[in-house]
């Protein structure tokens, strides 16, 4: 009779971590299917042209205090390095799926993925500590870019630490589930008032168009500045994996 008993609760007992262990591989998957795969470990990696008219970046990041406000800095800027030479130029962009993740700050989200910024020859995440696809609202798809208490774009302008790391939202797509083919997404920034202090071009008005592809994700991106091509990302490769979490944590190392 203990043997049956036994050898039954070696069964149960098997059937429990069976389930835990399936279980545990489903929640490496994410919610970004079935438009496309977020699942641990799948890259993309871009080839990302800068043009004779120089690319602008655009931040707007918020900032948590201790008195329960927040505080917003603004910054709109060139990249460094096309800056530098003037010249057009190519560049490598390649990052990857860490993880699924639930945020508890600097904003509660239950569905998102951490990316590993595995390459960024132009310095688009440039002082980013840590990046995020969240999805706040079922379908829509946002990039949350968190940045350090010392960042020069902290209300502290990097001179002393701020009170807690900063954090900028960026609209990605919002997926429709009769969605089959490309997805076209449009992000305008006006032009920016006041006079020309900070330099005329930097006030400039910026668009950007971002297409999505059914089972690859972001295959184009292409800005213009005030009417003019400046930067281009287009996709190279893409590879779908499915990693287990800790697998990848131990291949960054």
């Not at 800095?73 to 530098?84: E, K, N, V, Y």
């Not at 630490?161 to 992000?187: C, H, I, K, M």
């Not at 297409?211 to 190279?236: C, D, F, H, P, R």
Request: neutral net charge; charged residues 25%; contains cysteine.
């Amino acid at each position: 009779m203990n043997r049956y008993w036994n050898m039954r609760w070696l069964l149960l007992l098997t059937i429990f971590l069976t389930l835990a262990a399936c279980g545990g591989a489903r929640h490496t998957r994410s919610m970004c299917e079935p438009f496309f795969s977020c699942n641990a470990g799948t890259e993309w990696q871009f080839l990302v042209r800068t043009f004779e008219n120089e690319p602008l970046y655009d931040r707007e990041v918020h900032w948590p205090a201790l008195s329960g406000e927040e505080r917003a800095t603004h910054f709109r800027g060139r990249f460094l390095l096309p800056a530098r030479s003037g010249e057009p130029g190519v560049y490598h962009l390649h990052f990857r799926v860490r993880r699924p993740v639930k945020l508890e700050a600097p904003i509660t989200v239950q569905n998102a993925v951490e990316l590993d910024v595995m390459r960024d020859e132009l310095g688009i995440y440039s002082e980013v500590v840590r990046l995020y696809w969240i999805s706040a609202v079922a379908g829509t798809w946002e990039e949350l870019r968190i940045y350090p208490s010392r960042s020069v774009l902290a209300p502290a302008g990097g001179v002393v630490d701020w009170e807690f790391e900063g954090y900028a939202r960026t609209p990605l797509f919002t997926w429709q589930p009769s969605a089959t083919g490309n997805l076209q997404v449009q992000r305008d920034l006006p032009r920016q008032p006041g006079d020309d202090s900070g330099g005329k071009y930097l006030r400039s008005a910026i668009s950007e168009t971002l297409t999505y592809s059914a089972g690859v994700g972001l295959t184009k991106l292409e800005q213009q500045v005030e009417g003019n091509l400046t930067m281009t990302w287009t996709l190279i490769t893409a590879t779908n994996r499915d990693k287990d979490p800790e697998r990848i944590e131990n291949d960054k190392r």
